[in-house]
């Protein structure tokens, strides 16, 4: 059996034919990691340029264009705090519960768009894909860059918020720790989406299961309630704390409530984590590269 | 080729050769595609509802294979201007993903010199940037630096002729005018292997001149361009070698005029319903551009393609087995894809009728 199947033999049997195999590369095959992210290096600007134009071209539609960056977590965040607050009065005997519930809330739901908008993240994108060839790894972190950018706005709104409802947190010294907390969360959040995105794409039906996965992180994480309350077994609790949205809300709601800064062990866990995540999602993603222009299935 | 003269379509069309580009005799190989197959499986819906309790409860879907390209050889040489002809669904659109790299071959390999850049007909690219914001960020994706991109956006903006629509959203656009702005990106970027996918044929008559001179500067800067389009008139009028597919598979492979000569007569017979003078002819060409194929395939001594399809049936079984038969077994054709039981059923199949059957729907 001598088929013409390798590179080589092809070149081969150029040569045979007289002709010159040399300045002839595959095409249509992944590049090896190294290249692949010595090609997404080359491609920062493309990146940098889309996230920022869809940043600001993402309520373009609507009247209120960006003022939307500030109303939309400022709504919620009032929602919460009137449905939780006021109405429910959950979290009796909690110092500051609307605060803790609406930095919950926020920092959870940033990281559960990246889930679940991950799964038709290349779908949408399939006139660029189809158009350019470039690293199909830059539509994600563009899309996560993006809504990092927004994040931003959502921060800002979220401090506000809990300094002036009541019992109104003052900012301290503290507060200077959002940044590298949100900046652990972006990393997070982007190793998550190349997964998801790689997932929705061979399997559009995961978008379904990914939502309840989603909801689930939620109780996981202890959005709403403090969740030592609720679990007294020493193992399930140790599980909940190597979640590592779990501890960067909870670091969140230490620097931010307590005016503290958070130990050692929540700092090595969630970055660890969310590095460890973006690794595997990278390379996860990474593995497919090539079949993302594909028609069908 | 003396029958072809008489046909209506074909007199009105030969002031045109004189235009046509003349590719160099000797120039190095740009793109090189062995034993290119491409398979879709794709889930199939009965139209007709089954009969009995069970056959209603059951799914009337089942999942078939589609052979889009079933084996492509091909080398195509600095300097060409390749057309690629056929009817709607014959392959010619997938066969020029694959080898623009935008989709990886289910089987079989692509080489290329350079980067192809893909100009396909889509819907826009960022519908709700401007016109020059998705030409800049074309520039980007294509990789290159925020200065050159800028630069090089006011020529791309000139070329596209969008005038003042440049500036407006792209979700705007027309399919016209949105695949202007797409061939302006990838002219500008300069690539070496340019592979247009009926995109022009939405522009208008300025517009084609001006991207036939673009096309033109880059042939000669040793470019290789290819250009897909079903109607020959397209083709023939720039391409200075046409390959005619059908049901995925090169029919003939060669010079401008004989090809399509060859592909209109079929196409005018098979537009009159005239279909056993069709498949005569057609036949005629698969005789004739063995050669050619032959010559493109890449084989090391004592070389065969067995390949063994999976369990998924096929939609449409090959429809060339019958009118290959007789040179399959003479020769290894290129990629002989054959379904299982198809090979005895069409055994029979006399070499000189033309096959009707099996033919499947024409578009």
Redesign the interface.
Known sequence: ?????S?S??K???E??G???S???????RPSLGEYLQ?LW??R??IW??SR??AS??N??MHLGNVWLFLRPLIDAAFYFVIFGLVLKIGKGMENFPAFLIIGILLYRSTATSITSGTGLLRSN?????????PRA?IPISAVLQATMTAVFTTMVMCFAIMVIPPFALPQISWVLVIPIFLIQAVLNLGLMLITARIGFHVPDMANVLAVVSRFLMYGSGVMFPIERFLDNETALSIVTLNPLYQIIDMMRTVLLDGQVPDLRAWIISIVSAVGILVVGFIYFWRAE??Y????? | MAENSADPALAEDDDHHDTLWVAPEESPLTVVAHRVRMRYKVPRTDRAPRSGLLGRLAPRRSMVSVSAVRGVDLLVREGEFVGIIGRNGSGKSTLLRMLAGVEPPTSGSIYTSARPQLLGVSAALMSDLTGAENIKLGFLALGMTPEKAEELVPQAAELSALGEAVDLPMRTYSSGMSSRLKFAISVMAQPRILMVDEALSTGDATFSKRSKSKMDELLEDAGTVFMVNHAPRAIENVCSRVIWMERGRVVMDGDTKEVSAMYRSFTYRMARDREDEAMAILREAIEHGEAQRAASALTLPEDHAPVAPDNVPELEPDPFTSIFELQMRAQSFPGTLQPRGRRAATRPAPATTPTTDKRGRHS
Request: a positive charge; proline letters at 2%; glycine letters at 8%.
């Open positions: 059996m001598n088929e013409v199947k590179t033999e092809v081969r049997a150029l045979a034919k002709l010159d195999p300045g002839l590369a595959r095409i249509g095959v090609q080359q491609r600007h493309f340029y889309d134009h869809r071209t993402q373009s539609r399939k006139a660029m894909i189809k158009a350019f060839t470039f830059s090539e079949s222009g594909r028609e069908l299935g």
